[in-house]
């Protein structure tokens, strides 16, 4: 009980020494004798204040950083994602302009030439039984295609229709081994045959049936047409001659012609449905190859 009251009287004696310190600092400002002891004081706890800050702030960082990486981390998914669709926005418009230049392209040699196309876009490369080169349309009866049908782009000729499904068709490509479409030189009136050698589309051989008729690289070559244009119309573009092998004693001559299509990266075509009237004469080939 005594200690009780001890503690009392010296926690009273304390509070009064205190506050008559507060006092006599107040009244005294600049002048005060305890200027030196707050200077001190100020001078040890601001050191202790620096030295635990520099303790405390890593721990504190380390802490905000766990706190907030569940949504850095759904930030960075977010903006992969936005990116990403961005990415395929600019893709998909390239895509379309292309497509759209392909398709103009088509159209005004369709125009020239005289003859009436349904536009198609290839879907698929796909092989068929006895065929090795062949692609597949989003286009079929029910858009007026029929099998044995010419297939052009805006370049030059691709291939027949051989199948047609209501909404889809396949195509046998011009390069395909088992492929023959009856040819002409364009300068002239000699015919032969074109054949696909394979070569993933990059070359085809033009069977020339006239032994004595001059053949040299850079001839045109243009399609020379089938019975009631089927399967193929007559004066389509077909390539330009690369090459001529040497067949001594044969009563053919041999070329190899780059086709005008690009037969390995197919995209927009056109099935002919209705034949030209007359025979075009492949006055195209020769604007292709001045720009080539």
């Known amino acids: 009980m005594r200690d009780t009251r001890r503690a009392r009287l010296i926690l009273g004696l304390l509070l009064a020494a205190a506050l008559v310190l507060v006092t006599v600092d107040h009244r005294a400002r600049g002048g005060s004798p305890l200027t030196t002891l707050r200077e001190i004081g100020s001078w040890a706890f601001g050191g202790v204040q620096t030295a635990m800050s520099h303790v405390v702030r890593p721990i504190g960082d380390f802490v905000s950083m766990v706190t907030s990486a569940p949504s850095a981390h759904e930030r960075i998914e977010r903006l992969s994602e936005e990116n990403a669709k961005l990415r395929t926005e600019l893709s998909g418009n390239r895509l379309d302009r292309g497509r759209s230049e392909e398709l103009r392209r088509l159209l005004g040699t369709a125009g020239t030439a005289g003859y009436r196309v349904v536009p198609a876009q290839v879907i698929a490369r796909r092989g068929l039984p006895g065929f090795e080169d062949a692609v597949e349309l989003d286009v079929g009866t029910r858009d007026g295609v029929r099998p044995e049908m010419t297939v052009v782009n805006g370049e030059g000729l691709v291939g027949r229709v051989v199948q047609a499904g209501s909404g889809t068709s396949t195509v046998v490509l011009l390069s395909d081994p088992a492929s023959a479409a009856g040819a002409r030189l364009e300068r002239g009136n000699e015919i032969g045959v074109v054949q696909g050698v394979g070569e993933q589309g990059r070359l085809v051989r033009f069977k020339l049936l006239d032994a004595t008729a001059t053949l040299a690289p850079g001839d045109r070559v243009v399609s ?69």
């Open 224 to 292: 020379f047409g089938s019975h009631r244009g089927a399967p193929y119309i007559p004066g389509v573009p077909i390539g330009v001659i690369e090459r001529v092998e040497a067949t001594p004693g044969e009563l053919t001559r041999i070329g190899y012609a780059k086709p005008y299509a690009d037969l390995t990266a197919l995209n927009v075509v056109g099935v002919v449905v209705e034949a030209p009237k007359r025979d075009p004469r492949g006055a195209a080939p020769a604007e292709r190859d001045r720009k080539r």
